[in-house]
């Protein structure tokens, strides 16, 4: 090559660098004092697959009985238990194998505030109303239950709440899985007409079983 050649080619490697100096260094974007910037956060929470259960609850914790349907022997006192709702937030794969579940009811006899002689459990009865049994078909109320003081309607319920009476129930639990199902009843005291006046109070115990 000739002198002027290798002159021509050492400026065009320097227009080079040149070039590629300028690529490198860009000029960096400074924020002015009191400019402020918002970074957003993210996070992603998975829901918690709990296990569903089966629960009873009750709308109030008393019932007051007035006195309605009187007659010249038997003085009658009625009332609505509060709704009673059975709640089953399980899968039907969460629920054992040939389960069925029950709300039964019992109650103690009625003490006078003064001393009076008390009047037996035997005297409360219920008749039991579904109010929400669902579409299965498969959740129904208890039969009545009456008093000692009634003929019996069917043979053996003329008790009273004595003993763990039937108020709602299912024979399959898998099958009505997953929903809520409610019920009340009507309560009734009979006395006899000579009954001493005053105040009683009797509990009545509400239970689930399955």
Do not use: C
């Amino acid at each position: 090559m000739s002198t002027l050649n290798r002159k021509r080619l050492a400026v065009a490697g320097a227009a080079s660098a040149v070039l590629a100096g300028a690529v490198a260094l860009p000029s960096p974007a400074l924020a002015a004092p009191g400019d402020s910037d918002d970074i957003r956060v993210t996070v992603d929470i998975e829901e918690i697959n709990e296990p569903g259960v089966l629960a009873m609850s009750i709308a109030g914790d008393s019932v007051a009985l007035a006195e309605n349907g009187s007659t010249l022997l038997v003085r009658q006192f009625v009332g609505t238990l509060p709704t009673v709702t059975v709640t089953d937030t399980r899968t039907a794969d969460e629920v054992p194998d040939g389960a069925a579940w029950a709300v039964l009811g019992s109650a103690t006899d009625f003490t006078g505030d003064a001393g009076q002689a008390p009047i037996g459990a035997g005297h409360l009865g219920w008749r039991p109303n579904l109010i929400d049994g669902g579409e299965t078909g498969l959740v129904t109320e208890g039969e009545e239950v009456v008093t000692v003081l009634d003929e019996p309607t069917q043979p053996g319920n003329n008790v009273g709440l004595v003993d763990q009476e039937l108020l709602v129930s299912t024979f399959d639990s898998e099958a009505v899985a997953g929903d809520a199902y409610s019920v009340n009843a009507n309560l009734y005291l009979r006395a006899p007409a000579d009954v001493a006046a005053g105040s009683y109070t009797s509990t009545l115990t509400l239970s689930l079983f399955e």
